[in-house]
């Protein structure tokens, strides 16, 4: 059983970190608005996070399993906690290299991805912009009833003629 969980936090690390380059790639790709590219690694980053879906099932049944094996480890005990309960110092000395490792890749991506987040936002405030202005429609120094905004469109045809 440790083995399976040292085999999956090892499984799990590597994933984050093909996460966190395809992040990196999708940041350029915001940057410079490469559509394709940005499709592109919306696919792939749809197939990375089931994967990290997957291998955190398996990782959380093989906490599972151990935690029926020793009474010791509770649902409430840390991952770095958990090292001390290795059968070996091998076992403890990769639980703990592979805790600090994907800590840092989790931090890591959350971070890009917030970075990816803002850029993705502030793309689409520009296009919304665009479109409204395009459509002659103006948004209001005033908000309506349940707090949205008021949206005034202006006629861009003349329909009398």
């Known amino acids: 059983m440790w083995q399976e969980l040292i085999e999956t936090l090892n499984e799990l690390n590597k994933t984050y970190c093909a996460l966190i380059a395809l992040s990196e790639k ?15 690694v919306n696919g ?7 994967r990290i879906r997957a291998l955190e099932t398996k990782r959380q049944k093989a906490l599972i399993d151990l935690a029926v094996e020793n009474r010791a480890i509770t649902k409430d005990t840390k991952m770095k906690d ?16 592979l805790h600090a490792a994907l ?7 959350q971070e890009l991805a917030e970075n990816n987040r803002v850029l993705i936002e ?24 349940g707090g949205q905004e008021v949206l005034s469109h202006g006629r861009n045809f003349e329909y009398d003629a």
Not at 26 to 40: F, G, Q, R
């Open 26 to 40: 999708k940041h350029k790709a915001l940057i410079v608005i490469d559509l394709k590219s940005i499709e592109a």
């Open 82 to 97: 958990l090292a001390r309960f290795a059968p070996t110092p091998n076992h403890r000395l990769l639980i703990e290299k």
């Open 44 to 50: 792939e980053e749809a197939k990375l996070t089931q």
């Open 122 to 145: 502030g793309a689409l405030s520009a296009v919304t912009y665009h479109l409204n202005r395009i459509g002659g429609t103006k948004v209001e120094p005033t908000y309506g009833s």
């Open 103 to 109: 800590d840092t890749s989790t931090k890591r991506a």
